[in-house]
Nanobody, 124 residues
């Protein structure tokens, strides 16, 4: 059974920073692409960032480019999302996702494994 467990969410003021973590267990994901998605209240789930199995390739949504950084520690089977210069519109539940191939994707349907989500609230 594959499990992804997110942590690090919380309440932060606009302009502040948070770091989300996603720990994978039950299967080795050292060569698997991972991603972060988010879903704001009343809106559809959207792509935030993804990283290839080796970490060499990273992709970002335009809305977070230059502010968020995705990186991973394959020795710990963990992926991180460093979020800087947070804005009120970043408020959402953030989900970690994984797929069992090294290449990344931006469509949520390409990721079979999901975490339970962690709430990020940015106050303006």
């Amino acid at each position: 059974q594959v499990q992804l467990v997110e942590s690090g969410g919380g309440l932060v003021q606009a302009g502040g920073s948070l770091r989300l973590s996603c720990a994978a267990s039950g299967r080795t994901f050292s060569n698997a692409a991972m991603a972060w998605f988010r879903q704001a209240s009343g809106k559809e789930r959207e792509f935030v960032a993804s990283i290839s199995g080796s970490g060499a390739y990273r992709y970002y949504a335009d809305s977070v480019k230059g502010r968020f950084i995705i990186f991973r520690d394959n020795g710990e089977n963990t992926v991180y999302l460093q979020m800087n210069s947070l804005k009120a519109e970043d408020t959402a539940v953030y989900y970690c996702a994984a797929r069992s191939v090294t290449a990344t994707a931006k469509d949520s349907s390409d990721y079979p494994y999901w975490g339970q989500g962690t709430q990020v609230t940015v106050s303006s």
